[in-house]
């Protein structure tokens, strides 16, 4: 039976320098390595590749297929937070959702989006 150990992204952007600054200092991720027109960053297991395409259509503009990953992951509540005190563009509020997630979205200067979610607790019963 394989495993998948972690998931890497893609990521075409116009302005590779912001882009990368903004997962650095927005986001709390760190750089593993950069090559001629790459930079390949990490968050946890969590793994961006950004290559500089410069005359590619934007995250933006390709609206709700802006959505790039979703990360499940814990202690949301205190990410949420940092993100906040870091000034990170958080979208979509933390909210509990129907489907037994508590989540919230950030997006990248370039329009590409994330969420987070974290599984809700079931309610005990006493």
Known sequence: MFSVTSTQHVLAVKDIESTEGYFLDKLGFSVRFRVEGWSFLS???FHIMLGHCPDEIS???THEHS???YVNCEDIDEIYRDYQRRGADIF???ADKPWGLREFGVETPEGHRIMF????EPASSS
């Open 117 to 120: 979610g974290e599984d809700i």
């Open 59 to 61: 995250a933006r503009e």
């Open 92 to 94: 979509q509020a933390i």
């Open 67 to 69: 959505y790039f990953a």
């Open 43 to 45: 968050l946890g297991s």
